[in-house]
Structure formats: C-alpha cells, structure tokens
C-alpha cells in the first residue's frame, strides 16, 4: 500500500484535476467520493484506477471498510492511503467519509437501449443545465425500475460529481446515453415508441394518457422548455397543471410526477 502526504504528487495532482469535465475527458477518468458510491460503482463493474482513504477521517475499521479494500486488491488497482490534507484536496464532498476512487469512464449508446414488451418509458432530457437535476432524475427513475435515461445537448458530462452526489451512486445503474435529437428521433421511429412531449402550451393533462408503456418522455430545461424539434416531431403534448402566474415545476419534479404516473397506470408492476 502507497502513503502520500504530498499535495504536489501527480497522482494527487490527477485525481483533483478530475473535478473539471476537461480533465475528466481528457483522461477518460471521474472520480468518486464516499465509501457507498465507491461500492456502487464498483458493483456496477466499473474499472477502478485507484482507492485513496484517509485513516485520520476514517479511524474505524469496519467490515464493510475492508470489503471495499480487498475488491480493490482482487482487481490489481493501487491503494493509497493519504493525510487528511491531501484527502480534502481531492474530495468534493462536504464532509468526506475518508473513501474516495478514480474510476474509468463508461459511455452508452442508443444500441445498449434493450426494449422488452411493456418496456418501462424512457426519458428524454434535452437541453439540461444542472447536474443536481439530473442525480435528482435519475434517483427517481432508478427507483422506479426505469432503465434508461437519453440526454440531447446536455450542458455537462454524465460524471459530474454533483451527478454522482445528488444520485447517491445510482447514475452506476442506469444507462445514461447521449444521442443526437435526430437520432433519438429515429431510433423512437424504428421500434414504435410513442413520443410525449412535457410542454406548458399542451391542451390536455398528463392524467389523460397512457405513456406506461413502449413509450418516452421528452421534458426541457426549466429556462428554455424544448425545442421546436421536439415540439414538432412528438406523438403527443401533455402538461402537468399549475395555478395562474406559474409557469414551469423544476425538471426534476416534473419528471417524478410523469414517472410514478406511469407506475401508477401500470399498477406499480415489480415495485412494493
């Protein structure tokens, strides 16, 4: 086991640089903080590079804390174990647990999109601006069983860490792929999927259809809405309702409201 307790070392110096997209695209590598999401993502067979733990964060050894050690063993990635000054260097949590690791990026595409009959909605963000939105989304959607997620014009790498923080490590069990509008389109064509478009200028409720199944929901960013593509090439409008003078819910609300509507309708199917 290495021991760092410089700032200057380059591995140290790599895994802070991993707070920015650049980096992390440049490098193909993100980062994850906290010994739960460390363990999701390693579940979800993701590479790992490297584990740093602080023992003056961590203090107590735990089982889970030498299972965590020894997947990391048994899978040839380096163990470092570094002062709690380099630690906070490169975490980005608020108040880190003292486990933190650089894993190998994954991208998805739409071929990895595997439809089943009465296959779950797939949602559809397009133009998101905040990471926090996503994490919020893709909680739900993990919660829900929903398997896949498609990003049109995102703003920000799917491994960004307020993505990984305000999803609690569950961006590790979805498909999280980013497509053109164009392709997307298509690929909704080729296997039949009906379109709903979430817009505040549609005539009918959400409540009035029946998206469950074999189906995708298209939803905009809070500030733009969606685009005149989608506005133009979707199947269906609905809108969630709201009182006079508001006049759009935060995406990641209106996404839940749409994603247990459709459980609801499918009677909360493999959910208890």
């Known amino acids: 086991m290495k021991i760092i ?4 070392n380059k591995t140290i110096k790599l895994a802070a640089s991993l707070k920015e997209a650049r980096a992390r695209k440049r490098n193909r590598l993100f980062l ?11 579940k979800s067979n993701y590479k790992p590079k490297f584990l740093f733990f602080s023992q003056e964060i961590v203090k107590k050894s735990t089982e889970k804390n030498k299972e965590i050690l020894n997947n990391f063993i048994n899978k040839n990635s380096e163990i470092i174990n570094v002062s709690k000054n380099v630690f906070l260097k490169i975490a980005y949590k608020e108040s880190p647990d003292g ?38 989304i893709i909680r739900t959607a993990s919660a ?18 307020n993505v990984i923080k305000a999803s609690e ?9 980013r497509a053109t509008k164009e392709e997307t389109y298509l690929f909704f064509k080729k296997n039949k999927l009906k379109t709903f478009i979430a817009t505040t200028s549609a005539k009918k409720n959400y409540e009035q259809f029946d998206f469950s ?19 133009n090439s979707g199947d269906r409008e609905l809108k969630i309702p709201m009182r006079a003078g508001v006049d759009s819910l935060n995406v990641s609300v209106s996404a839940g409201i749409l994603i247990y509507e459709a459980l609801r309708k499918n009677n909360f199917k493999g959910l208890k």
């Open 5 to 8: 307790n410089s700032l200057d």
């Open 32 to 42: 994850v903080d906290g010994l739960r999401e460390v363990e999701l993502a390693l």
């Open 99 to 136: 486990f933190l690791a650089v894993f190998e990026g994954r991208e998805f595409g739409l071929k990895e999109i595997v439809l089943e009959k009465d296959n779950l909605p797939i949602i559809v963000l397009e133009s998101l601006e905040k990471p926090g939105n996503l994490g919020a």
């Open 144 to 161: 829900g069983g929903l398997k896949n997620i498609i990003l049109n014009d995102c703003l920000f790498d799917t491994f960004n860490p």
């Open 213 to 231: 199944k074999n189906s995708a929901i298209i939803l905009g960013s809070e500030a733009k809405g969606l685009s005149d593509f989608w506005l």
């Open 169 to 177: 490590g569950l961006v590790f069990f979805i498909n999280i792929i």
